[in-house]
Each structure stands twice: as C-alpha cells, then as structure tokens.
C-alpha cells in the first residue's frame, strides 16, 4: 500500500496517516452484519416505518477553528463544499458534512474514498486541525416512513416538529439508552450515525418502537450491503 | 344479581352494549361507559372493602380520582395483575376480573370487625412513628399482617403480559384537566396555532359538564363540548388525550403522564400495542385546569357504606344513570350541594331531607328546594350516621352558628344514602410538585396554588372559581395568554352564556360536631385509607404534634394511595381547631409526584428484557457465540469470559487456556480497550500532564505504559499509550473507564488549559483489536504478515508497527498484558472478524486458544500486572502500588497527581500497600474482599490490614495466587497474615512480590 | 428533569444530555507544588453549598461534548444563565459578594 499513499509526505512525520482498506477482495462486515440471523426485520402489517442500514461508508471525523478562514478555505478547496452551520448538514455530490461541535464535524463518504479524502484534506488544510478515520467505529441507521418521527419520539427526547428539525437539521442526542447524531433528510426520513458497538441494541430498540406501526427492516439489497467485499480502489494521485 | 340501581334512561352508557365482569368472585352486569364503580352501584353492591385498621365495611364514595376506599386489584390473569386500580376511574369490559385489595379476610366474614377493637388498639396514632423509633423486630412481626390487611395489592409473579412504553413530547401549551375551563383553554390556545396538549384522566373529556346541570348558550354543555371536541380534533396541532393523568410536574415544565390506552378495553392489550404509554411532556406553558375535590363533612359513623360525595351521587345519576339508593338525606355547607338533591329527585327517588348547616341561606338554590317541594332542616347537621353494614338512618341535630356545638334535640331520618358537601378543594397537587406552596384563601375555604417559577397559569376550580361562567371564563384568558407567551399571535374567542344559579356564601365547616366530645363520640373519620379520625387528630395535637407535616406523619393521614385527596384539609381544620389556631397558621400540605398511582411497567417503558441496557458488542462477537463463550458483563460489553469445551467445568478450561498461551499461543479479543487518537502539536505535552510518567521523550514507533492519577494523586486509570506521529497519539484505556477518561481529558483541555492545541476523539469502536500471546506468537503473525519485520531486534517490545495482516491494513503493537511474547493487532473493525478467523486458520497448528477474561486476569496476576478499579480502588496511588518507576516526579509541568501525592498521608511508610499473597495451603483460594489480620484470636473489632484484591489458582504455577493492599506491605514481605473467613475458618498466607513467575521478564522479551 | 440551553448549540436540551460535573470557577493553582497541603486540600476537597445562586459547570455530554457554566437557584431549581467556559457570570447574588469580600480579608 506505500506505493499508493507515501504516508511522511502526508504526515510530514507529524501524523501516522492510513489507508486503511485491504487492497484485495476481502469482505468487510459492518456492525450489524450479523442482524439476518438474529433479529426480525419484518413485520406483517402495511409499513408505516422503513428502516435500513446503509452499510460500510467512509466516516471522518474533522476538528478545527471555524472561525479561522484558513481552516474554512482549506475546508471547502478539499471538499468543495463550506463548512454547514451550527447544527446544519451539507452535502456534495456523494459527500456530507454533518456539524457536530463548534470545533468538530463529520465527513461521510463512500466507502473506499476515507483515505483519499483524509489525503485531500490534510493537503489543504493546515495549523492546528485534525482528521480521524472513523470508518470501521459507526454506521448509519435509516428511518424512514409516515410513522418514523413517532418512532424517534419514543426514542429520543429531541423536540422533532419541523419548525425545531427542519430538513438539513443535524442534532446528537440520547436514542433511548445510548446515543445517536439525527440528520433529518427528507420530510419523513431520518438518517442516524450509531457507534458500532451500541449499533445492535440501537437497530433493536427501533425495530421495536416500529412494530405497532408495521415495519419494513430490509430489503435484499440493503441487507447484502453489509457484508460486502470492498477492496481498495486505487487513490489517484490528482486527489 | 339485576342492576337495581339502574335508572331506565338518562346516563352517558351505551345500554346497547351490556357488559358482564367479575367482582370478588361474582359475576356482574354493566354497560359499555360504566366504570367499575358505577356498574356495582347500579348492581346494589355496597361493601367494595374493609378499612385497614379498624376492618370496617366501606363503599364508594366518590367518583374520581379522590376515592378512597374502592381501590381494586384486577387482572384475569396472573400475568395481568395490576394493583391499585380506582374503581370509580376504571372502564368495565367484558371478562374484567377485580377483587378488593383491602377486603382480606374477605368482605363478608367480619373477622376484621370483630378483631378491629383490639388491633385498632395495636396501632393507634403514632403507630408508625412508635414502630420505627423502637425496635426493628416490633415492626417484623407486624408488617406482614399490617401489608396484607393494608390493601396495597400485588403486583403479579410472573412476568407481565404487555408491554409499555414512553414517548418524548414538545408542546407549547399543555392543558392539564378537560373540564369547562381546560377546553377553553385548550380551544383558545389552539386557534392561535399553537401546539397544544390537552390532558384529561377520564374516559370522556368534559369534567363536571359531563353531568351538569346548568345550560350553555340556552342548552345542555352537550352541544358546546361536542362543538369544542371537534374544532379540536380538527387541527393538526392539537393533541386531546384522555384516560391519560398528569401525574407529575417536575423542573423547567417537564410533565409525565400516564396514558391508559387499553386497560379499558381487555384484560391485554391489543398485539403489539402498549398497554399504557407515559408521555414525557415538555411544556412552553401550562395551564392548570385541575378542578377541585369535593370535602366530604366529618360525622359520626361518616363511613359506613351509602356515605358520599354529594358531587358524586349526581355524577352517578346523571353520567352513568345510577342511582345509589332509594332515600336520600343530604347535608350542605353551600348551595352547590343543592344540585344533588334536585338530581336525586329528578331521578325520581325520595330525597328525605336536605340539611344545611348555615342558620339561614336564601337564595335561588332555597327557592327550588322549596319550589320542588323538599325538606329543608337549617341550621342542622348530621351528627351521626346509622347502621351496621351500611346507612340506614341518619342522626340529625341543631348546630351553632360557628359549627362548634349542638345546641338542641336530635331525631334520627331513614335513609340509605347520606349525600355530604363540605365546599370544595382545588385539586393544587401539581402545582405543588415543583416546591410551590399553597395558599389559604378564606372566601373560598380552601387552598389555592401559589407563588411558582414555572411557566404555569391556572384556570378554574383549582383557582377557586366554581361558576361555570367563571370557568369558561378563565380558560379562555389562560389559554390566549399561555399561546401569547409561548409566541403565538392572541386570537380572540368569545366566552359562550351560561346560565346557572347564583350560589350564597358557603359556611366554614369540616368536623361536625356531636353530642359528645370527639374522643368519646362515634369515630369520625377523616383519612378513610388510614382510618385516621378526628379524635386521632387531636390526640396528636395534644401529644406535641403542632405542624401539620408533624401531625400525618404521626396519624399516617394522607399516606395512602390516595394522598388524602379528601381528607387532608379536613384533618388541617380539626388540628387547627384543637390548637385553636387558623388553618393556615399549622402549615399548608404539599403533594408529590405521582398524582394517583403510576404502573411500574409505565415508569419502565420499554426499557425491558433484552432492552433493558444497551449491550454493547465486538466485531467479533459471533464467532465468540458461535464457539460456545461464556459472556461477562465489563460496563455495557459482552465480552468472552472463558470458553469451556463440552464437559469441562470452568476451571479446567481455565486452565486449559492459561497452559496453552504460556506453552504456544492464546488470543484475546481486546477490542472492548478503550482508544482514543489524540492529535496536535501539544499532544505530548497535554501527556504529560495527564499520565505520571515521562512522554516529552517517546519516539514514534514507541508505546509506553502510563498511569492516570486524580489530583487527589490517586489512581484512576491506566494504559499504553502509542506515538504514532510526533503530533499523534493512540492512547488505550481500561475497558469501564474509556467515556470517563475522555471526558477527564476533555475537561482539562477545555478549562484548564485550551491554550494547548489538542484534538482527543474515541476510536474505541473503530479498531478491532486481537492480542495473540505466547511463544508461538511470532510463528503465526509471520505466516499472515510479510510487510513488517518482525525479527526481535527489529520489532522490539513496546514498538508499533504498520502492516498487512492478513491481507488487512493494520498496526501491530509489541506490548503484552500476559508477560508472554504478545502482538496485538489492530485493524478497521469492520475486518475484525475476517482476520480474526485468518488467524484461527493458520493458528490450528499451533493450537491458538482463544481465551476470556478470566485466563487474562490469571495470566497477568501471575505477573503482578494490576487492573485498575480492581486492584485499585480510588484510595491508592502509584508508591502504594510499588510502581514509583511510573512516576516521574521531575517534570517541569506540576501533573495531575503529583501534588495529591505528597499530601502528609500520602508520604506515610505505613500506607495500605499492593502485594502478592500465597496461601500456606496451595489449593485454597482466597476469596477477593477478604480482609487481613495479624491476630485471628483477636477479639472484634479485629485491625483489619487491607482485602484481598484479585485471586486466582494459577495452573502454570500449580497453586493458588493473589494480590491485595496491606497495612505496611512492603516492610513485611515474608510476614504471615491471616483472613478469617465468615464460616469461622481462618486461611494463612504469606506476604510475597507480586510477580509470580518470571521476575526478569524473559518471557516477552524473547 | 431540567432543561438547559447549551451555549455552544445555542439550544435548550434535556438533561438526558447533559453532565453536572461540580462547582464552578475553581482554577487550578498555578504551582501546585508550592501550595500548603491546606491550601492543596481548600482546593481539591472544599465546595460551596449554597441556598440560592450556585455557579456550577456541566458539559453537553451527548450533543457537542462542550464544557460550560450555568448559574443555578438551588432552592427553586431556575437556571438563571449558562454561559460559555472563560466567561464571567452575569447573575451573582448577594451572598456571593459577601464571600468574596470575605474571602480577600
Ligand atoms: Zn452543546
């Protein structure tokens, strides 16, 4: 893999940068890979909630100044986008870019772009910021449905009437006992980052808050994304 | 049994759906709309259970949420039992089963009675007061006896059959109580375009319209609640909930309620539903529109069955198209009362006599009454109640102006039902939730809520305004008014005409008084659920009891489940009274949450069963599962404890691990390590500061073992830190404490030193990590990995390396926790297990055994190596641990710790000190908490020296290990201490270094 | 359950979200070594608890993960203010004065 990042130039020395993709065919099993077997994700009646993972992204996690233009300019010559606004999401083509803190905001990209990503931004950005791959630690829950804000209202204690969550709105906060970053995507969807290791008691927990209102948990394909073979795809050298 | 009681018309029921339902064993018929109250009055049912102290037949009194005496248990099941149900608030369906819970030894057999003299006698007031003040064992022979007679019911044995749940709730208005007030408000705020929750505990939203008899707008409030209900239910933004109770109001407008949704239309709830639902409800404003409790008046005899709320004798008639009785005598301190007797006999019943305590009130309310043709006694009371199982007749006598006395003959009326008003209480309970006081108010004889920093307006009876008009009124103001301020633009709405009848001026009166002194006459209760009487009250009073707080601890009044909706401000007055001070001047009375008995399936939620705690799992995870792991719970992980092949007991596979990682190879999934990247130039400083040891050195490719110490200087954490860049860093941290540790580091950062430019974010879940151990463990990476060089001089210990495993990115740590030759590997979680299987296909040769927590815990016992929040406990620092080699003191930032350290009895030699132990007999075990001692003959309190911290049989050393704290340890290696055991046997051990095998550390260096 | 408007979201949350993580304005001595083991324990182990003003920090720990400062009525529960680390309250109260003045004599 050196032969594709040289990581001193990209570091400098300064950080350990990594591409952290296999280069050959080898299936990766996002965090709830596992759910086919052990858990219901159908339910019997019409669905009034929809709920997918969308498996296997590329996550980065971003830290700097948002008040130095450098950090700002930098920001949006690697992305192409500026940074959102407090509690704002803004996408890119493929890329979003969710804030998180004043100081900090998430990167979600396909899958096999984190490194080439992490590349462009250390290359635009410089001073004092930080970039961590976060891939492997999260993945994205999708609530979708006419009933899917009354799901989020027995899990989330967040106020959810569109004039306090609009579309684009990103907010962190409790999902029943664990917690979630909400992004409100479109008027009935819902898109939610969990931590890999609560992912399981999370996808639960929704499943059940849904039943009453009949659920869809998966279709084939969303489902067969979990478990995908997501070799490398070489990073090429304009990025 | 035929519903005698019923009338043949009228009533809100839908006599097209009869409905049967069981009552202590009977089967009964009612209507759909009925309560289970209503339903056995109209069956003639008199008795619904007998009184907690004295074992007296008592009946239905009221017909809300204040009744005190028909609290049923119900359930057909036993995995539907639910306990203190109201009867009057409770919906019949068919096939509801209910007993009394206060009924024991049953409502027909008078065993109670019979012994209700001599156990009244074994509690009288102060019981409890007395009970627990002396000793505990009074109060074990007693309590079971007491619980059962008690009438508390029981929650079921088996696991409950539905489910329940909550949902989080914005509004900018919540109406609490759909009475004539709250729907106003609701309607007003409502056409603002506010957000609006309406909130109501009955099965039909309406309150006292619901069986009114005055007219809105020239008709029947029929029309205008019908209207009201649905404009409401036309708007989008407006929530009318009913069977749903407000049952707390807690800080910042945070209200919980308690929604029933289907107890009153099965046994179960429908498939998939929940049974009851508590709303989490954030408020912008709340409107009070609570209404207001009937008083009962307080007489001789005033339980016996056939004694009511006045107010509710009409809701009876009127809601539900019951009449109690045949014969009425009603006693009024106000002309609201009236209304009962005009119902009564509009229900064409007899009223026998209408008994107004006032010498002389005139006005409409006397000219109907005389109009209708009824018996009007003024200036008289109802000094006592007659009967044995139930009201038959009821002694009547002239009383003073003030109430205070009799002042002339009695003569006794018969009757079956002896209807009483003492005015009204405003049902001020929520509003004293959040600390808020009541205040007295003398023109309405009753407490209204007071002074409060909540976003909270009142409207209604709870205010102390009873006209309808003035209800209707004052809802709409609060309603406009709470839209306004939550932001809305005021929308005028015109307050409909009423007309009702001008009431007079109600008389003071709460204890009627009898021939007798209340010590002497027939008991006079106040707290039904307590059995707390007047004489009770004054005994308390004259036992030193002043302050009304005082005097219901001492009587119990208004500790039942009903929190003394009725009887408190009664049992204010006779205080009072008896000390001859005002009401107000012996304290007010404030309730707490919960407004009426809350389920715990509804305060549990769903948080229930597998649901209960997120459990939190490695990537990993099933082939643990599929490899037949025992699990431990470390915080919220699942991680592997041991993993027993069949017909092995844990210790043999135990064993069986430890032998096989110091002979070839085991493997530990350690993903569950807490991780966090920190990056920045100051990186290395912030470490320095955070860890006692020394990071300004630490080359990239190194990792190093640090200790976390609070300022305090003890330790809090510890774990291996790695350079993986000169301005970047992976620091590890013990599994239970990486979000403490986190937010440890973040909060220096941010206030103590955000000068430092340094970025911390968790990558716990992010990296899979497997740490291979054991000899064979170079053996088996090579044959996965050919990026890295893993010769012994260029991979040494404690240097990191990136690499391909497996095919994987990853970076190979050469640190080890088992003092073997160990690599732990990292890659992105997401391959975790495709790696972790590699290695299991390659490892096959080597006999690579997985191993647990358990084998890791031996495994580094055996080498001294601590855990800390083990073998640490908040009280030791890194000298008590023999780890001065991870301080160094020197450094020119003062770290976190240093100071704390040397606090004077931090420097003592003397100190509890962490040592290894080895029991004089190989085979035994020391239990961990086992304290030592120098003398085991000693007489206790013995000198305890310090517990036992971690103990283990260790099968590489073929005997018993472990560690603890020691008084003085270091001075007395060698010393014998003993732990006495609490079966008497005492085990001996000797005091040795912790590190029991390999001392040079030879093992991992190899 | 409180309510508490964190000033780095600019939004009131629940208290779900939140950590209180003690009293407030307690810096940490500039040379710890230097202090007396008195003037050590003052700093580490001695807190207000007051009736009334309290000035406490607690941070957004679900949500922005910010420390901050909030001053709190203890006896009603009013949060009378948040405001960001290295801010100034503005609502003190008189006892809180009187303290200080104490404190300097
Ligand atoms: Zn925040």
Redesign the pocket.
């Known amino acids: 893999m050196s032969d594709v990042i040289d990581i001193d130039a990209i570091g400098e020395g300064q950080v350990a940068v990594m591409d952290q993709l296999p280069s050959g065919e080898i299936p990766a099993e996002s965090p709830l890979h596992h759910l086919d077997s052990t858990v219901p994700t159908f339910t019997s009646k019409p669905a009034g909630v929809r709920l997918w993972e969308e498996a296997l992204k590329g996550h980065l996690v971003l830290r700097g100044n948002a008040e130095d233009p450098t950090f700002q300019r930098g920001v949006e010559a690697a992305l192409g986008m500026a940074l959102p606004e407090r509690l704002r999401s803004v996408q890119q083509g493929p890329l979003s870019l969710r804030w998180i803190?004043p100081d900090e905001w998430l990167l979600v990209c396909p899958g096999d772009q984190a490194a080439a990503l992490e590349i462009r931004l250390r290359r635009h950005l410089s001073g004092h910021f930080a970039v961590v791959n976060v891939s492997g630690g999260q993945t994205l829950i999708h609530l979708a449905g006419p009933d899917a804000a009354m799901v989020l209202k027995k899990s989330c204690p967040y106020d959810l009437h569109e004039h306090n969550f609009p579309i684009g709105k990103v907010v962190t906060t409790v999902l029943a006992k664990t917690q979630a970053t909400l992004c409100k995507i479109a008027a009935d969807q819902w898109e939610l980052v969990v931590r890999r290791s609560f992912a399981d008691y999370a996808w639960r927990w929704l499943v059940d808050a849904s039943a009453e209102y009949g659920l869809i948990g998966d279709t084939p394909a969303t489902a067969a994304q979990r478990r995908a073979s997501t070799g490398r795809h070489p990073v090429s050298s304009e990025t | 049994m035929t519903q005698i009681n019923r009338l043949s018309s009228g009533g809100r029921i839908d006599r097209e759906t009869p409905i049967r339902f069981v009552f202590n064993g009977r089967h009964y018929g009612g209507y759909r709309g009925d309560t289970l109250a209503s339903a056995l009055l109209a069956n003639g049912v008199k008795v619904v259970g007998r009184s907690f102290k004295y074992g007296r037949p008592r009946g239905i009194v009221a017909a809300g949420a204040e009744e005190p005496n028909a609290i049923f248990q119900l359930g057909a099941e036993e995995s539907t039992q639910v306990p203190n149900v109201r009867a009057t608030q409770q919906e019949i369906f068919e096939g509801l089963v209910s007993r009394p819970t206060s009924g024991w030894p049953g409502l027909g057999f008078d065993l109670m009675g019979a012994a209700g003299k001599l156990f009244g006698r074994m509690l009288p007031p102060g019981f409890y007061y007395k009970t627990f003040m002396f000793p505990q064992s009074f109060w074990e022979v007693y309590e079971k006896y007491i619980r059962k007679a008690a009438g508390l019911g029981r929650s079921p044995r088996v696991p409950d059959a539905d489910i329940y749940d909550h949902l989080n709730q914005h509004t900018d208005v919540l109406v609490v109580g759909a009475g004539p007030a709250g729907l106003s408000a609701a309607l007003a705020a409502a056409r603002t375009g506010a957000r609006v929750i309406l909130a109501d505990e009955q099965a039909e939203p309406g309150g006292s319209l619901l069986y009114s008899r005055d007219l809105i707008d020239g008709e029947a409030p029929d029309r205008w609640l019908h209207n009201t209900l649905t404009e409401l239910a036309g708007y989008e933004h407006v929530q009318v909930l009913t069977r749903a109770t407000v049952n707390g109001y807690h800080d910042h407008n945070f209200l919980t309620i308690h929604e029933r949704r289907s107890d009153h239309l099965s046994d179960r709830a429908p498939e998939g539903q929940a049974r009851q639902r508590m709303h989490r409800v954030r408020a912008h404003w709340v409107v009070l529109a609570t209404g207001a409790h009937e008083r009962p008046l307080v007489f001789g005899h005033n339980d016996l069955p056939g004694c009511m709320l006045a107010s509710a004798v009409s809701t009876y008639i009127r809601q539900y198209g019951v009449v109690p009785g045949r014969r009425l005598v009603l006693m009024t301190t106000n002309d609201y009362g009236y209304r009962t007797a005009f119902d009564w006999q509009d229900s064409g019943h007899e009223v026998v006599a209408v008994v107004d305590t006032r010498q002389n009130p005139e006005g409409p309310y006397q000219e109907e009454a005389r109009a209708r043709g009824l018996t009007l006694m003024r200036g008289c009371a109802v000094i006592e109640a007659k009967g044995g199982q139930q009201v038959t007749g009821a002694v009547i006598a002239p009383i003073d102006a003030d109430g205070g006395r009799v002042t002339g003959a009695t003569r006794v009326l018969a009757c079956d039902t002896l209807a009483s008003s003492g005015g009204w209480s405003p049902a001020v309970h929520l509003s004293c939730h959040t600390g808020s006081r009541p205040v007295w108010r003398d023109d309405i004889i009753g407490f209204v809520p007071g002074e409060t920093v909540q976003r909270q307006l009142v409207a209604g009876a709870v205010d102390g305004t009873y006209s309808l008009a003035g209800c209707l009124r004052e809802g709409l103001r609060a309603g406009v008014e709470a839209a306004v301020k939550a932001g809305y633009p005021s929308v005028p709405t015109a307050a409909p005409k009423v007309n009702e009848l001008t009431e007079g001026e109600a008389m003071a009166l709460f204890c009627v008084p009898h021939l007798k002194r209340t010590s002497r006459a027939p008991k006079q209760f106040v707290d039904f659920q307590t059995d707390v009487t007047a004489a009770a009250i004054e005994l308390a009073t004259r036992e030193g009891f002043e302050s009304i707080e005082h005097v219901k601890r001492y009587t119990a009044m208004g500790f039942g489940t009903d929190q003394g909706k009725l009887g408190n401000i009664n049992g204010m007055a006779i205080a009072a009274r008896s000390m001859n001070k005002t009401i107000p001047e012996t304290g007010t009375t404030v309730f707490r949450p919960n407004y009426t008995p809350v389920t715990f399936g509804a305060i549990a939620g769903r948080h229930c069963d597998e649901l209960f705690d997120p459990k939190r799992y490695t990537a990993m995870h099933p082939w643990h599962v599929e490899h037949g792991a025992k699990f431990e719970d470390v915080g919220q992980w699942k991680r592997p404890w041991y993993y027993p092949k069949p017909g092995e007991t844990m210790q043999q596979a135990l064993d069986r691990e430890c032998r096989a990682t110091r002979e070839s190879i085991g493997i530990l999934d350690a993903s569950t390590l807490g991780k966090i990247d920190i990056q920045g130039k100051d990186a290395r400083e912030f470490l320095g500061r955070v860890y006692t040891n020394a990071w300004a050195k630490l080359a990239v490719g190194k990792c190093r073992y640090g200790l976390m110490c609070g300022e305090d200087g003890m330790v809090f954490d510890d774990g291996v830190t790695s350079c993986l860049g000169e301005q970047h860093f992976l620091m590890t941290t013990t599994s239970g404490g990486a979000a403490r540790v986190l937010e440890w580091l973040e909060f220096y950062h941010q206030t103590e030193w955000p000068e430092l430019e340094v970025y911390f974010n968790t990558v716990t879940d992010h990296w899979a990590t497997m740490s291979i151990a054991g000899p064979n463990s170079r053996k088996l990476l090579a044959e996965l990995c050919d990026d890295i060089d893993l010769d012994r001089d260029a991979f040494r210990f404690m240097d990191w390396r990136q690499g391909t495993v497996a095919g994987v990115p990853a970076r190979v740590f050469r640190i080890s926790f088992t003092g073997e030759l160990s690599f732990e590997i990292n890659v992105q979680a997401n391959y975790g297990l495709y790696v972790w299987e590699k290695l299991f296909e390659h490892g096959a040769k080597y006999n690579l055994t997985p191993y647990g927590t358990e084998t890791m815990h031996i495994l580094r016992a055996e080498k001294g190596f601590i855990i800390a929040g083990q073998d640490t406990d908040g009280a030791v620092h890194p000298y008590d641990l023999g780890m001065s080699w991870a301080v160094k003191e020197d450094k020119p930032f003062s770290f976190i710790g240093k100071r704390g350290m040397k606090r004077a009895d931090c420097v003592r030699e003397d100190r509890k000190q962490l040592v290894g132990l080895k029991t004089r007999n190989p085979k035994v075990v020391l239990p961990e908490g086992a304290q030592a001692v120098n003398d085991p003959n000693q007489p206790k309190p013995m000198t305890m020296l310090g517990h036992v911290t971690s103990s283990y049989y260790s099968a590489n050393l073929g005997r018993s290990i472990a560690m603890g704290l020691i008084r003085d340890g270091f001075n007395r290696m060698g010393d014998t201490v003993y732990y006495p055991q609490t079966d008497g046997s005492v085990i001996e051990a000797e005091i040795c270094s912790p590190i029991f095998l390999d001392p040079k550390g030879e093992r991992q260096n190899v | 359950m409180f309510y508490i408007h964190?000033p780095?979201?600019c939004?009131y949350?629940e208290e779900e979200e939140f950590h209180a993580k003690g009293q407030a304005h307690i810096a940490r001595p500039a040379d710890p070594d230097q202090c007396s083991d008195e003037e050590w324990g003052t700093y580490l182990y001695f807190r207000k608890n007051p009736r009334g003003l309290h000035h406490e920090i607690w941070v957004?720990a679900i949500?922005?993960r910010?420390f901050f400062n909030v001053t709190r009525d203890t006896q009603t529960y009013e949060i009378k203010e948040t405001y960001k680390m290295g801010e100034q309250p503005k609502v003190t109260s008189v006892s809180d004065t009187l303290e200080t003045e104490e404190a300097a004599q």
């Open positions: 803190a | 964190c780095y979201c939004e949350r957004h949500g922005c910010k």
